[in-house]
C-alpha cells in the first residue's frame, strides 16, 4: 500500500534552516510529481510547492519562492524540503503529497511539525 | 489569480443533509476536489472532478457543479462526519494548487 512518511521537524530559530524528508513507498516513486503542503496551527491548508515526477521542473508558493527548495532521490524513493531563512509564520505541520492527474492529491503523509521560534 | 471561497462552518443535526459550497472567482472553472480532515489527522481525499466520489468513501457523499460553484453534498450525516472540509483546484495554468479556506462542519 502507498505510504508517505515524513521526518525531520523540530524547534528552530528565526533566520535558521531545516531540511525535511519524506520516505515514500508502495508505489513507482519516479512515475509521480509530489508536492508539499503546510497547515498553520489552527488554520487551513497551504499549498508549498511541487516538483515534476523527473525532477526536470519545480515551483513554489509566493510565500516561499527564494527560501525553499524541493528536490527528490529517485533512487532512494524520497522527497526533501529544503527550508532557509526561516520565519516566524513557517510555523506548520509540513505534509509531503502525491499528486495525481497533475491536478489534486490522493495519497499524504503524516505531517511533521516544523516551529520557527527564538 | 485564481480563488475559491468556501464558508466558515456549516451546522447539521444527526440524519440530515449538509451542503458546503466553494466559489471560484474567476473563469474558466477548474475541476473541484474536495478533501475530509478530522482533528489530528491529515486530509482524505472524498471527491475528486467536481463528482466523482474515490473508492472507499461512503456513498452518502456527493458533489456537484453549477456555474463557478461546487457544492459537496453529505447525506445523512453521521458523528463522524464532524470535520473540516478543503476544496482544491489547480490554478488555470495547471501548475499551482489551489486551496479554500476550509469549512468546519458541526454535527449537533
Known amino acids: 500500500q502507498v505510504q508517505l512518511v515524513d521526518s525531520g521537524g523540530g524547534v528552530v530559530q528565526p533566520g535558521r534552516s531545516l531540511r525535511l524528508s519524506c520516505a515514500a513507498s508502495g508505489f513507482t516513486f519516479r512515475n509521480y510529481g509530489m508536492h508539499w503542503v503546510r497547515q498553520a496551527p489552527g488554520k487551513g491548508l497551504e499549498w508549498v510547492a511541487v516538483?515534476?515526477?523527473?525532477?526536470?521542473?519545480?515551483y513554489y508558493a509566493d510565500s516561499v519562492k527564494d527560501r525553499f527548495t524541493i528536490s527528490r532521490d529517485n533512487s532512494k524513493n524520497t522527497l526533501h524540503l529544503q527550508m532557509n531563512s526561516l520565519r516566524a509564520e513557517d510555523t506548520a505541520v509540513y505534509y509531503c503529497?502525491?499528486?495525481?492527474?497533475?491536478?489534486?492529491?490522493?495519497?499524504w503523509g503524516q505531517g511533521t511539525l516544523v516551529t520557527v521560534s527564538s | 489569480s485564481y480563488e475559491l471561497t468556501q464558508p466558515p462552518s456549516v451546522s447539521v443535526s444527526p440524519g440530515q443533509t449538509a451542503r458546503i459550497t466553494c466559489s471560484a472567482d474567476a473563469l474558466p472553472k477548474q475541476y473541484t476536489y474536495w478533501y475530509q480532515q478530522r482533528p489530528g489527522q491529515a486530509p482524505v481525499l472524498v471527491i475528486y472532478k467536481d463528482s466523482e466520489r474515490p473508492s472507499g468513501i461512503p456513498e452518502r457523499f456527493s458533489g456537484s457543479s453549477s456555474g463557478t460553484t461546487v457544492t459537496l453534498t453529505i447525506s445523512g450525516v453521521q458523528a463522524e462526519d464532524e470535520a473540516d472540509y478543503y476544496c482544491?483546484?489547480?490554478?488555470?495554468?495547471?501548475?499551482?494548487?489551489?486551496f479554500g479556506g476550509g469549512t468546519k462542519l458541526s454535527v449537533l
Open positions: 516538483i515534476w515526477y523527473d525532477g526536470s521542473n519545480k
Open positions: 482544491q483546484s489547480p490554478d488555470s495554468s495547471g501548475t499551482y494548487r489551489i
Open positions: 503529497v502525491r499528486d495525481r492527474s497533475n491536478a489534486y492529491f490522493d495519497y
